[in-house]
């Protein structure tokens, strides 16, 4: 009885995304961001019925979009006064981290990474970018994969050659106004 319950509730916890190109990424991507995450802080939205947890990113790199000193990021969910929401699928970060975001911006106007965590790359103390997308099930395109590059083949290789090889996606796949 035990086993099942906790078999169940990882099942409730675990979030699925549609895999995505690299291509597909950049192309639904407004914002392009390289930065480090300076702080997070939860608030209710302007109705007051959701919660977020924003968090500021200083801008090292925009990759694409107007130039800007930060951005603040924000992701469904936190806790404040009293209430919890949570959502599967919800991005951590980390105050002080080195990481790539591609963004989108809400209706309500919030900056969120696209494709869930296939949109955020973190760089480790090594300078080497690694994926966000641990413990996501990925559905995968009717048909199959789409022709395109896989974001697996991204994930361990230097900063430097990863931000290359943005720059070169970004200008090959521009903006198209869609998730």
């Given at each position: ?25 950049a ?37 694409r ?37 591609f ?14 965590p ?45 931000l ?16």
């Open positions: 009885m035990v086993r099942a319950f906790l078999l169940f509730g990882g099942i409730l916890g675990a979030a699925v995304a549609p895999r995505i190109t690299a291509e597909e990424l192309a639904q991507s407004e914002q392009i961001v390289h930065g480090r995450v300076m702080r997070s802080w939860v608030a209710w939205d302007s109705e007051h019925k959701y919660i977020w947890t924003h968090h500021e990113v200083a801008v090292t790199e925009m990759v979009g107007p130039h800007a000193a930060k951005v603040t990021v924000s992701e469904p969910g936190g806790s404040l006064d009293g209430v919890n929401m949570m959502t599967s699928g919800t991005l951590p970060f980390a105050t002080g981290e080195d990481t790539v975001l963004l989108y911006k809400t209706p309500i106007g919030y900056w969120r990474v696209v494709g869930g296939q949109g955020k790359f973190t760089v480790n103390a090594k300078g080497r970018v690694h994926g966000n997308s641990y413990g996501v099930t990925f559905a995968e395109p009717a048909g199959g994969m789409r022709p395109g590059t896989a974001l697996a083949t991204l994930d361990g290789i230097p900063e430097a050659e990863f290359s090889r943005v720059r070169r996606l970004a200008a090959a796949n521009p903006y198209r106004g869609s998730r």
